[in-house]
């Protein structure tokens, strides 16, 4: 089952937050987060593992919260690049059928 | 690592046919899974292959079929092409359920 992501989409300014959420109904062995620019394949950004702690690097990092199946993006500072649309994945269990999220479209303007 | 790579990048198909879509993984990822994105919309899960076996499908059809080889390639066929097949088909591997999949740039499928 498709899981669901908030907002649709965003737009923020150079520097500003965001915050992108991801829920599903089943439980989950794992989420993973992806970008895909225009035209470009998703480019895999982190995976959250039940059981795991919340990852990230430098301005992008996620959460799990496994009582709720829900798992959030937080980009910070952001930056021109970061725009594009997010997916998040979610798997019931390992190699069983990964399903992508609608997607969140992001855009930051200058 | 040389990355996924896919084959042809664009292809055009007449309704009734069929066509095979190629992906090749990086040394290593034993898992490699299938998707259908159609303009505007995220990725459809088809299936997935671990160790050469289907280990997870999604809700497609049976003229959806596929293959993966010991050397970390894997095939795509689909049978009997209706209009709606047309999409981006993008092919993902995975080294292990701890890492992410990478994807490779996709076959663009039109089908006329």
Request: net charge neutral.
């Amino acid at each position: 089952q498709q899981p669901v992501q908030s907002p649709q989409a965003v737009i923020l300014r150079e520097g500003e937050d965001a915050v992108i959420n991801c829920s599903s109904s089943k439980a989950l062995y794992s989420v993973h987060w992806y970008r895909q620019k225009h035209g470009e394949a998703p480019v895999f950004l982190m995976i959250l593992l039940k059981g795991g702690e919340q990852k990230g690097h430098e301005k992008i990092s996620a959460s799990f919260n496994e009582k709720k199946q829900q798992s959030s993006l937080y980009l910070t500072a952001s930056q021109l690049s970061y725009s594009g649309t997010y997916f998040c994945g979610t798997e019931i269990d390992y190699g069983q059928n990964f399903v992508f999220g609608p997607g969140t479209r992001l855009s930051v303007l200058p | 690592e040389t990355g996924v790579t896919q084959s042809p990048t664009h292809l055009i198909k007449t309704r009734g046919q069929q066509v095979t879509l190629r992906c090749s993984s990086q040394s290593g990822h034993n898992t490699v899974s299938w998707y259908q994105q159609a303009l505007g919309q995220g990725p459809q899960f088809i299936f997935q292959y671990y160790r050469e076996e289907e280990n997870g499908r999604g809700n497609f059809p049976p003229r959806f079929s596929g293959l993966q080889f010991p050397n970390y390639s894997s095939e795509l066929n689909v049978n009997a092409l209706e209009l709606d097949d047309s999409a981006l088909y993008l092919c993902a591997s995975s080294f292990s359920n701890n890492y992410g999949y990478t994807f490779g740039s996709g076959t663009r499928l039109t089908v006329v």
